[in-house]
């Protein structure tokens, strides 16, 4: 909101590029918002680059203040806060998912699990969308876990798992630098290593949240 006020008073004043924007003290009594709800913002728009905030001099304007750049840096902000949020979630879930996936995992399980990543590592390999095996994979081994509280929870958030992870960002194979580490997964659970498994997932869940950082 203090983002957008600032926005009309750029346009409603015709600022143009070098153009000064009124102090801190002035805009949070202008705007009436706290010091350090404007200071937020200030920080945000300078990021975008439409201000500039030069210490002991004042914020000027560094750039024309386009409000659909504006909004879409913000809504790209929001999403990579929502999936990095869910990342934690899924860390939480699906860890201890591996844990006993790896002690009570029947061999029928496993088999399937290699099924998936194999058929998606096919379609990878093919340039096909893989998104789907690879799904297939994670939530058998929450099947495997033998644990329907868990089970449950899963199919609660699958659609919202499936929906953001599928194409975030509205990028196709963001993630597919990590099937080295969902084979190296599956080795593990095959060889009962419940700390190797644990490893190699959580290999999995850093580098998509590198990925999401960086974006």
């Given at each position: 909101m203090i983002i957008t006020e600032i926005q009309q008073y750029i346009e409603k004043n015709q600022l143009k590029k070098g153009d000064r924007l009124p102090s801190v003290a002035q805009l949070t009594k202008m705007l009436n918002v706290s010091r350090s709800s404007l200071r937020e913002a200030l920080r945000f728009m300078e990021a975008v680059g439409t201000i500039e905030v030069i210490n002991?001099?004042?914020?000027?304007?560094?750039?024309?203040?386009?409000?659909?750049?504006?909004?879409?840096?913000?809504?790209?902000?929001?999403?990579k806060q929502l999936l990095l949020q869910i990342s934690e979630v899924r860390r939480a879930l699906e860890g201890k998912a591996v844990e006993l996936a790896v002690a009570r995992a029947t061999k029928e399980e496993i088999y399937l699990m290699e099924n998936h990543l194999m058929e998606a590592l096919r379609l990878k390999d093919l340039g096909l969308?893989?998104?789907?095996?690879?799904?297939?994979?994670?939530?058998?081994?929450?099947?495997?876990?033998?644990?329907?509280?868990?089970?449950?929870?899963?199919?609660?958030?699958?659609?919202?798992?499936?929906?953001?992870?599928?194409?975030?960002?509205?990028?196709?194979?963001?993630?597919?630098?990590?099937?080295?580490?969902?084979?190296?997964?599956?080795?593990?659970i095959k060889q009962r290593d419940a700390e190797r498994a644990l490893k190699e997932f959580n290999k999995i869940i850093d580098s998509v949240e590198n990925t999401i950082s960086n974006i």
């Open positions: 002991g001099k004042g914020i000027y304007v560094k750039d024309d203040c386009d409000s659909l750049r504006i909004e879409a840096k913000i809504e790209l902000e929001n999403e969308d893989s998104s789907k095996e690879d799904w297939a994979f994670h939530k058998t081994i929450y099947q495997a876990s033998h644990n329907p509280v868990l089970q449950s929870v899963l199919e609660s958030v699958s659609d919202t798992f499936n929906k953001l992870w599928s194409k975030p960002f509205g990028i196709e194979k963001i993630f597919e630098d990590t099937y080295p580490f969902h084979l190296s997964l599956l080795e593990a």
